[in-house]
C-alpha cells in the first residue's frame, strides 16, 4: 500500500473497519444477539474487500501474483505458523498438527461448514480473511483475462462466478478460502466500479436522494433482517449484498469529516494504515484473553453488554500498543538498513571518485613523460 498514492479518507474507514473487526468478534463471544453485534457484521468484512477493489488496477498477471502472495500470503503462514509453534509448546505435537497445522493448509473459515471439507479438519480461524483475499483478488486478476480474451461481459462473470461460489455451499466446501472468495467476488468489482464512476470522490451531495434514501433502508434490513457471513459465504439475499455495499459508501462518505477531526481523524487514519498488524496481532492474541476476562468480571458479569465494552476496550488497548511497538520496532530497523545503504552507496560514489581521481593523475603523468621525450 505504500508503493500507491494515499487517500486519506479511506484510510479512516479502514480504521473504523478493523476496530470493529475486534469489537465484533468480542461482541460475538460476550453478548451475541446484540443490536452493536448485527449493525458490526453488516459491513465490516465487506469493506475490505470493497476498498481493496476500489484500488484496483489492471496488470500483468505474474507480476499482480507474486504482489499478491507478499502482501496476504506470508502473513498468512507467518501468523499461522507462530500459532502452530505456540500450540506445540502448550498442546503437544498432535494436538499441534489437528488444531493448528492442517487447519492453516486448509484455509476453512467456517464451522457449521466443516462436515462438507474435503478433508477431516477444523477451522483456521480468522486468518481465514487473508486466504479468502488472496483467491478473490486471484480469481478477479483471472476473470479479467478471460473477458480481454473473450469479451465476455466483466459483471457477468463475477456475478456467475459469485452464485456458483453460493450454489454448492450445502453440497461441498472448498480448501483455501475458495468459495467465500468466490462471494466476495462482487464486493471487489463493486469497489472497482465505485472507483470508475467516481463515487467516493464526489460529496454526498452530489448522490440523487432517492438512491441515498433507498441505500440507507437497504443497509438497515441487512442489520435487522438479511444477516451476512463471509468466512461461511452465507448471505441472506441480495439485499445482504447491497446493504454491505450502502454501508461502505456511508462509513466512507462519513469518514470524510472524521478525518477533519483534529485527533480522532489522526488516529483512525493510524488505524487504516497499519490494519494488517493489527489484524495480524488480533489473530494472535488468544493468550491474553484469559486476563482480560478475569479483569472484566471483577467490574461486569459476561455475557453482558457492558462486560463486553469493557472487554473491547480493554482488548483493542492491547492489541494498538502491540501494533505501535511493532510499527516502531519497523521504522527503526527499516531506518537502519535505509541507512546502511546509504552509507554503502556514499562509500561506492567515494571509491569512485578516487579510482577516477587516480586515473586523471595517471593521464597527467602520461602526458607529462611524452612532453619530456
Same mark, same amino acid.
Given at each position: 500500500?505504500?508503493?500507491?498514492?494515499?487517500?486519506?479518507?479511506?484510510?479512516?474507514?479502514?480504521?473504523?473497519?478493523?476496530?470493529?473487526?475486534?469489537?465484533?468478534?468480542?461482541?460475538?463471544?460476550?453478548?451475541?444477539?446484540?443490536?452493536?453485534?448485527?449493525?458490526?457484521?453488516?459491513?465490516?468484512?465487506?469493506l475490505?474487500?470493497?476498498?481493496?477493489?476500489?484500488?484496483?488496477?489492471?496488470?500483468?498477471?505474474?507480476?499482480?501474483?507474486?504482489?499478491?502472495?507478499?502482501?496476504?500470503?506470508?502473513?498468512?503462514?507467518?501468523?499461522?505458523a507462530?500459532?502452530?509453534? %505456540?500450540? +506445540?509448546?502448550? $498442546?503437544?505435537?498432535?494436538? @499441534?498438527?489437528?488444531?493448528? *497445522?492442517?487447519? !492453516?493448509?486448509?484455509?476453512?473459515?467456517?464451522?457449521?461448514?466443516?462436515?462438507?471439507?474435503?478433508?477431516?479438519?477444523?477451522?483456521?480461524?480468522?486468518?481465514?480473511?487473508?486466504?479468502?483475499?488472496?483467491m478473490?483478488?486471484?480469481?478477479?486478476?483471472s476473470?479479467?483475462?478471460?473477458?480481454?480474451?473473450?469479451?465476455?461481459?466483466?459483471?457477468?462473470l463475477?456475478?456467475?462466478?459469485a452464485?456458483?461460489?453460493?450454489?454448492?455451499?450445502?453440497? %461441498?466446501w +472448498?480448501?483455501? $478460502?475458495?468459495?467465500?472468495? @468466490?462471494?466476495?467476488?462482487? *464486493?471487489?468489482? !463493486?469497489?472497482?466500479?465505485?472507483?470508475e464512476?467516481?463515487?467516493?470522490?464526489?460529496?454526498?451531495?452530489?448522490?440523487?436522494?432517492?438512491?441515498?434514501?433507498?441505500?440507507?433502508?437497504?443497509?438497515?434490513?441487512?442489520?435487522?433482517?438479511?444477516?451476512?457471513g463471509?468466512?461461511?459465504?452465507?448471505?441472506?439475499?441480495?439485499?445482504?449484498?447491497?446493504?454491505?455495499?450502502?454501508?461502505?459508501?456511508?462509513?466512507?462518505?462519513?469518514?470524510?469529516?472524521?478525518?477533519?477531526?483534529?485527533?480522532?481523524?489522526?488516529?483512525l487514519?493510524?488505524?487504516?494504515?497499519?490494519?494488517?498488524?493489527?489484524?495480524?496481532?488480533?489473530?494472535?492474541?488468544?493468550?491474553?484473553?484469559v486476563?482480560?476476562?478475569?479483569?472484566?468480571?471483577?467490574?461486569?458479569?459476561?455475557?453482558?453488554?457492558?462486560?463486553?465494552?469493557?472487554?473491547?476496550?480493554?482488548?483493542?488497548?492491547?492489541?494498538?500498543?502491540?501494533?505501535?511497538?511493532?510499527?516502531?520496532?519497523?521504522?527503526?530497523?527499516?531506518?537502519?538498513?535505509?541507512?546502511?545503504?546509504?552509507?554503502?552507496?556514499?562509500?561506492?560514489?567515494?571509491?569512485?571518485?578516487?579510482?577516477?581521481?587516480?586515473?586523471?593523475?595517471?593521464?597527467?603523468?602520461?602526458?607529462?613523460r611524452?612532453?619530456?621525450?
Amino acid at each position: 500500500m505504500s508503493a500507491r498514492k494515499r487517500i486519506e479518507y479511506v484510510d479512516v474507514a479502514k480504521g473504523i473497519a478493523i476496530l470493529c473487526v475486534v469489537a465484533g468478534h468480542t461482541f460475538a463471544a460476550y453478548d451475541p444477539g446484540s443490536l452493536q453485534n448485527k449493525f458490526i457484521y453488516s459491513f465490516h468484512m465487506p469493506l475490505f474487500f470493497i476498498l481493496s477493489g476500489f484500488f484496483y488496477k489492471p496488470q500483468e498477471f505474474k507480476k499482480a501474483f507474486w504482489k499478491k502472495v507478499k502482501s496476504l500470503l506470508v502473513p498468512y503462514f507467518v501468523i499461522n505458523a507462530l500459532r502452530c509453534l %505456540v500450540a +506445540l509448546y502448550q $498442546s503437544g505435537f498432535e494436538n @499441534m498438527l489437528t488444531g493448528y *497445522f492442517f487447519p !492453516a493448509l486448509y484455509g476453512n473459515g467456517s464451522t457449521p461448514k466443516i462436515a462438507l471439507s474435503l478433508f477431516d479438519v477444523k477451522i483456521v480461524g480468522m486468518t481465514w480473511f487473508l486466504m479468502a483475499l488472496f483467491m478473490c483478488q486471484v480469481m478477479y486478476l483471472s476473470l479479467e483475462e478471460f473477458s480481454k480474451k473473450y469479451g465476455a461481459p466483466m459483471w457477468m462473470l463475477v456475478f456467475i462466478t459469485a452464485i456458483t461460489g453460493i450454489g454448492f455451499n450445502d453440497k %461441498v466446501w +472448498l480448501p483455501f $478460502s475458495i468459495q467465500p472468495a @468466490m462471494g466476495a467476488l462482487i *464486493f471487489y468489482h !463493486a469497489g472497482r466500479l465505485m472507483r470508475e464512476k467516481k463515487v467516493l470522490e464526489e460529496p454526498v451531495t452530489a448522490m440523487p436522494v432517492g438512491i441515498l434514501v433507498m441505500g440507507a433502508v437497504m443497509w438497515l434490513v441487512t442489520i435487522f433482517y438479511a444477516n451476512l457471513g463471509m468466512h461461511a459465504n452465507s448471505y441472506h439475499s441480495l439485499v445482504s449484498f447491497l446493504g454491505a455495499i450502502a454501508a461502505t459508501y456511508f462509513i466512507t462518505q462519513f469518514s470524510k469529516w472524521l478525518y477533519r477531526v483534529p485527533a480522532l481523524g489522526v488516529f483512525l487514519n493510524w488505524c487504516g494504515r497499519n490494519s494488517i498488524y493489527i489484524y495480524c496481532l488480533h489473530a494472535i492474541d488468544r493468550t491474553i484473553i484469559v486476563p482480560i476476562k478475569r479483569v472484566v468480571l471483577m467490574v461486569f458479569p459476561l455475557p453482558s453488554t457492558k462486560g463486553a465494552l469493557l472487554f473491547v476496550v480493554i482488548r483493542l488497548c492491547c492489541i494498538l500498543l502491540g501494533a505501535l511497538l511493532f510499527v516502531v520496532a519497523k521504522t527503526i530497523v527499516q531506518e537502519f538498513i535505509w541507512e546502511q545503504k546509504r552509507k554503502r552507496k556514499r562509500e561506492l560514489e567515494l571509491q569512485k571518485r578516487r579510482q577516477q581521481l587516480m586515473m586523471r593523475q595517471r593521464r597527467r603523468e602520461e602526458i607529462r613523460r611524452r612532453e619530456r621525450r
